[in-house]
């Protein structure tokens, strides 16, 4: 596995669904993020849609940005 959808981050970002309270949901991303990152190798511990992006309000390029940002 490469990579997965970090879906409290993604609902944070883009404001899908609220699952966590913010606070709590962006301690669980980064404390994910920063167990892979010392852990496994070359994996990406999160990825966006840029297809949820634009439809919380990002432009085209902006989710573009964000797609090839990753």
């Known amino acids: 596995m490469e990579a997965t959808i970090n879906s409290i981050f993604e609902s944070y970002l883009c ?9 709590h949901g962006l ?26 992006l634009r439809e919380s309000g990002a432009c085209n390029y902006q989710s573009v940005g964000w797609a090839i940002a990753e």
């Open 15 to 23: 404001g899908v669904r609220n699952i966590f309270p913010p606070s």
């Open 27 to 52: 301690r669980l991303a980064l404390d994910l993020m920063e167990y892979t990152s010392k852990t496994s190798r070359c994996f990406s511990a999160i990825t966006l849609s840029a297809n949820n």
